[in-house]
């Protein structure tokens, strides 16, 4: 039972989190009740073979007498983030023992039929949403403390006495959130309805990740990691315009990193800042990248100043890990994400990743004159060199990494953001990528993010815009209400963590297509062309 | 799922409830820690075949790093009602997933050995007592809002993470009590031995059933029984003297009543007061016995003034079950209680009960003078007249009930008590009892309480002590801190609701052993023939 402590010191700024501190938000309420009493039947058609019917009106739920083992599912119609408040009314004898009661909250259907009991993945099992309340005295309202992310909530009486059963009178979710729906301008009409609604789900999927910071997913990690950050700061930008809160979290990640200064993966908010112990060679990079795009959208020069060197400090740090020939040293560790894919090499996108960052830490250096400018462009030159000479497949046609020289979707694509190539090659590598197929390919919506993001740099909008309604639009008609932490069209059943049930069904690095739509798809040509495609 | 609503009519008397609301007492709290950290095992030769053995020191416990699976029972000690805190400190990495654990509460070591999944009786599984609590935030400090009945106490961690674990810095119980252990009169040393650790045994029962109200268990109901209570009050007297709780007591019971005025046998405390809708034919009678004891103890002439009429008019319901030869009429239903065994006819000791209310209402009226003492006095010659025509086998020389003319050990000792034969009769009767041993024994210490009442009340007092010590003193060696509920020398393992589990061990109506001791043996020569006993 005894375990090792992990011991890592710990860098404070103190000024960083008081700044931090000081934009803390405050959250939005917003009351939601259940609109149906619903069935979840399987059906081998949809997506985890479970389907949603009514099954009864809410307004009867109340009627509802409930003893040992009866059961009901109330869907509350959307995805939502919040407190839920029950107001249970005996009936029959007074009750002559405690009720228990077993609430289950899924964000997906499965998570309301399949047994917990059954989970055997390697994360924590804590974070399926269970509940079993023992409660003596009623009738009783009972406000639960802790927040769930749900749409379908089930509850079981677990045991009453053969005396009294419950009714629920009331049941509802207090919704929380720091965006402010109200800032999000509509989209113009003639802009297709499946963009429009892809557009819809990506904010609400946004819109409950944003809470006292960037939370990744609401259901899980519930925390703030650099990579989920990043792509919602470009979508908030373009919906809720809520800068302070991207403010907030460059100025808390800062604030605490390991004693040399790199920044970690992700940091703990509760009970006090801290930071954790997983660090990704790419996410520490794309600390520069949130500050960059940062200054781009607000123009904050305080901000840029305060936070430069932290951000410069990554790429010394990542520097640091090239070999003589300026070549990522690659690991089998896991020492960089890129993707959740078990067989995928890191060494040539986490290559791209530090050229990427480098290119934009540059831009800043030059607009602002910082003093960093030179030796950025020496060695922009540099690694992009040595990817070109090391990591390039001149007969392939491809950019491979590791040992085997794998050739990976995620490679090219980060070599294509990175733009190592030139601006011809680096289309006609997006076009040989579409071609050629090459086996590993991508399974999150991070990494489909960055293709969309390359296919639009690579002038590729029409494509860019069929993608996502090939990987996106097609989540929804799974049954998205928010969009989902993974997503493989062609398994849909993937998880890396072992089970459905752990996934993370509104997942903030699934939100950008709002961002792609609103940043690169508004011009009349694109709605036209868009509509076309359709 | 529907239910039918069981109406009905309570009748409110606002200035008795008013009374007992300004009687509730302000409980004494002192915190608790657990002595050891302990292994249950099997073992065939003690009761229910488990053993507590200890497995570690209690100060080891805060280095033990508890992950998924781990876990651990503390001992208290002895028994304690309270509420549970825990200094929760995780180890390892910052926790990145909620701690999810259960806990188990046990008054016996077979609560904390025997899953309650396996748990099939008839009584409510919630009275159980095992809480899984999910915990986002740690370090913690958690303090359980409910509160717990218990000696022992298995915490189970469910999970963490793979990242951290969690230890326990410190796990104490807030004990809660009305009982005033300083009021206590230390026994005479020259008493043996066996009766100070029964004596010690009766008070730990009592001052763990005093709560707010006198509860029947604080495990299992935790309500406001009159059975116990009127045993309760008898031996609150010769102990804790908190006169001013049994007065609240007896108001509330008066203060809530049926339409027609009988005293319900239990009454509900929380959200507000109000009376079960059970009614037991001697337990609504035993109120008049409540009343006069407590008289008797105080002299307090308001109190009896005020609670006259409730007390009398159970007597005139009681009176409506006679049939026109002033015998109960039987019934197979639950209609009274006088003891937990389900072949147990109940006319007899129920038309014994009758009586000796009846006297004890006779006696209040003919001291000051109530309007009805004549109507009293004619209707006790009648009644018991009629126990002797109709219930007394002569031949048999034993009191026999119901159709099939059972004869019962209950009927005996309840007819003994309300002295419906002579006192050399009397005498005779529990000679014959012992010596012919009936088959339908009893099953409660309720019921043993009035078995010792009636040797004493016969003259037998050397034989009382002697049943004390075989019945109580055999249940400190089978391991009680407090006395139990049920308690079958011949079938240890009895339970009337279908589990031990589910058993109360620390059960008011247990308690009595100290009123007897306090109130009859410390005469000398009872003191020296004990010892002569042992």
């Known amino acids: 039972m005894k375990i090792q402590t992990v011991e890592m010191e710990l860098r404070k700024n103190d000024k960083f989190l008081k700044i931090a501190e000081g934009l803390k938000p405050r959250l939005i309420q917003k009351v939601i009740y259940p609109k ?6 399987r059906d081998k058609t949809v997506i985890h073979g479970w389907k949603v019917n009514k099954a009864d009106s809410i307004d009867n739920l109340r009627e509802y007498a409930c003893g040992r083992g009866d059961k009901f599912i109330l869907d509350f119609g959307a ?65 639960l403390p802790r927040r769930y992310s749900f749409r379908y909530l089930k509850a079981e009486v677990i045991d009453t006495s053969p005396k009294y059963k419950v009714s629920f009178d009331e049941i509802y979710c207090k919704t929380v959130t720091s965006a402010d729906l109200s800032a999000v301008k509509e989209l113009p009409s003639m802009i297709d309805k499946e963009l429009i609604e892809i557009d819809r789900v990506s904010i609400k999927t946004l819109q409950d990740c944003m809470q006292e910071v960037f939370e990744d997913g609401p259901k899980r990690d519930r925390r703030l990691w650099i990579g989920d ?39 703990f908010i509760e009970p006090e800042v801290t930071a954790d112990n997983t660090f990704l060679y790419d996410y520490s990079l794309l600390f520069v990248d949130c500050l960059y795009s940062y200054y781009k ?26 070999d003589e020939n300026n070549i990522e040293r690659d690991d089998n560790e896991w020492w960089a994400f890129i993707d959740w894919h ?42 992009s ?69 390359a296919l639009i740099l690579t002038g590729k909008k029409d494509f860019a815009i069929e993608q996502i309604k090939a990987y996106w639009g097609e989540m929804i008609k799974d049954g998205a209400d928010t969009f989902w932490e993974l997503y493989n069209p062609e398994d849909k059943n993937y998880s890396p963590y072992g089970s459905n049930l752990i996934n993370s069904y509104c997942h903030a690095w699934s939100c950008t297509p709002t961002y792609f739509i609103r940043n690169y798809f508004m011009q009349e040509n694109c709605i036209l062309k868009s509509n076309l495609v359709k």
């Not at 020069?301 to 890990?321: F, G, P």
Request: hydrophobic share 40%; proline share 4%; glycine share 4%.
């Open 229 to 267: 950050l990043r792509l919602q700061a470009i979508a908030n930008y373009k919906t809720f315009k809520n800068y302070d809160l991207v403010k907030r979290c460059l100025y808390l990640f800062a604030g605490i990193t390991r004693q040399d200064g790199q920044i970690s993966s992700c940091l």
């Open 79 to 143: 995805h939502e983030v919040g407190y839920l408040t029950m107001k249970i009314r005996p009936v029959g004898s007074p009750p002559d023992a405690p009720l228990r009661l077993k609430l289950i909250f899924g964000e997906m259907p499965c998570e309301v039929k399949e047994p917990f009991s059954e989970y055997n993945g390697w994360i924590s099992s804590s974070w399926l949403q269970e509940e079993i309340i023992n409660i003596d005295i009623l009738p009783q309202v009972l406000s």
């Open 385 to 453: 060199a040595a990817a070109i000479t090391y990591l390039w497949d001149k007969e392939k046609g491809f950019f491979v990494s590791g040992k085997t020289k794998q050739i990976s979707w995620a490679s090219q694509i980060w070599m294509v953001l990175a733009e190592v190539l030139t601006k011809e090659e680096n289309e006609a590598l997006m076009e040989r990528l579409f071609e050629k197929q090459p086996k590993l390919k991508l399974t999150t919506p991070y990494a489909y993010h960055h293709l969309v993001d």
């Open 297 to 322: 959208a607000t123009g904050d020069m305080e901000t840029l100043k305060d936070l430069w060197e932290s951000a410069y400090r990554q790429i010394e740090i990542a520097l640091e890990r090239l």
């Open 342 to 383: 078990e067989d995928l090499n890191k060494q040539t996108p986490a290559q791209a990743v530090l050229i990427y960052c480098m290119k934009r830490a540059l831009k800043l250096s030059e607009e602002l004159d910082f003093k960093e400018k030179d030796f950025l462009k020496e060695k922009v030159n540099q690694v």
């Open 36 to 41: 149906d009493i619903v069935k979840v039947v």
